[in-house]
């Protein structure tokens, strides 16, 4: 069965940093794609940052560029949000989630975590 387990979230103040971490299991890790998605009260998941298999290519969303950076450990089965200079808007639950490649569509992942909830107070 396939686990992907979202930690680090929390609250934090404006101009803050949180690290996310997302432990995958049941699967083989290194044959994925992973994202980070958030979203909000009745919006719909956005693609925030995601990586190849290999951590050799990334993408970031222009909305977190410069303050958010995307890695991962294919020998621990984690991938990282490091969010850096948080702002108020940044508050959302943010999910981890598996693909063969990087989409920035949420129905074209495989599986998905359970989420972390975000807060940036102003």
């Known amino acids: 069965q396939v686990q992907l387990a979202e930690s680090g979230g929390g609250l934090v103040q404006a101009g803050g940093s949180l690290r996310l971490s997302c432990v995958a299991s049941?699967?083989?890790?290194?044959?994925?794609?992973m994202g980070w998605f958030r979203q909000t009260l009745g919006k719909g998941r956005e693609l925030v940052s995601a990586?190849?298999?290999?951590?050799?290519?990334?993408y970031v969303a222009d909305s977190v560029k410069g303050r958010f950076t995307i890695s991962r450990d294919n020998a621990r089965q984690t991938v990282y949000l490091h969010m850096n200079s948080l702002k108020p808007e940044d508050t959302a639950v943010y999910y981890c989630a598996a693909d063969r490649m990087i989409s920035d569509s949420p129905a074209a992942y495989d599986y998905w975590g359970q989420g972390t909830q975000v807060t940036v107070s102003s």
């Open positions: 049941g699967l083989t890790f290194s044959n994925y794609a």
């Open positions: 990586i190849t298999w290999s951590g050799g290519a990334t």
